[in-house]
């Protein structure tokens, strides 16, 4: 075998390879360090894990494999780490199974969430079980942005970790809150990462320009748009 056929990894084994390169990597950090705090969860709920979890019954295996090894890891350094685990959207019964999984069975800290599936962001109708779910659970939900085709190449040379990212944050943000999202299921307990996205800076931009509709759907359930962005939770450890 030469060196190049060495090198070579087959797309199929890539995700193994990742998934037990990240449990290798955390279980030293854990033997090393004498306390990794909590928020260790966003790192180990990967965006990867959540692509592989909604992608193929092959790939939605290995992401609930992964998501197990995790798990252990938990039990196998108490008090050192916590999970957040992937769900299959957009298929809405198979991730109600999996809060279930996670939440009841495994014991998982919550949920973590990307702020888009394919062209819908969190916040639509066609989620509305979910969501009840989540809230009859109090559950914490950990919202990662992904950044949506469209918007992949808007600036050549910019990369869209760099100006997309923030912006679908916002986008979800922005979408759960004029759903009413945010208000009818408002015991979830959302984290939203990087600060939030620019939520703080379009804050008032949402209360000028939402249309009136927004405003009278929030009032008839007692709350405002201040009211409700206050009540989240906005990450700002960098994750």
Do not use: W
Request: glycine share 6%; net charge neutral.
């Amino acid at each position: 075998m030469t060196m190049s056929e060495k090198a070579f990894t087959p797309r199929a084994d890539r995700p193994t390879l990742m998934r037990e390169h990240a449990v290798a990597r955390a279980k030293r950090a854990a033997a090393a360090a004498p306390r990794v705090p909590i928020g260790a969860a966003g790192a180990l709920s990967h965006k990867a894990l959540l692509d592989l979890a909604r992608e193929s019954d092959a790939s939605k295996n290995r992401a609930a494999t992964a998501t197990g090894a995790y798990a252990q890891m938990m039990r196998d350094y108490p008090g050192r780490f916590g999970l957040f685990a992937a769900l299959p959207l957009p298929d809405v019964e198979g991730s109600l199974r999996e809060i279930e999984y996670a939440l009841d069975t495994l014991k998982l800290d919550g949920i973590c969430l990307l702020t888009h599936t394919d062209k819908r962001h969190l916040g639509h109708p066609d989620e509305d079980e979910l969501y009840a779910e989540l809230d009859k659970r109090k559950a914490v939900v950990f919202v990662h942005p992904s950044v949506p085709t469209c918007c992949r190449a808007l600036l050549e040379e910019i990369p869209p970790l760099v100006a997309e990212i923030p912006q679908d944050t916002t986008r979800a943000v922005t979408n759960l809150l004029f759903s009413g999202t945010l208000s009818r299921f408002r015991d979830i307990r959302f984290i939203f990462t990087h600060a939030g996205g620019s939520v703080p800076m379009v804050a008032n931009r949402m209360l000028h320009y939402a249309p009136q509709h927004v405003h009278d759907r929030l009032a008839a359930m007692k709350e405002n748009m201040d009211s409700v962005l206050q009540r989240q939770f906005y990450d700002i450890a960098g994750t």
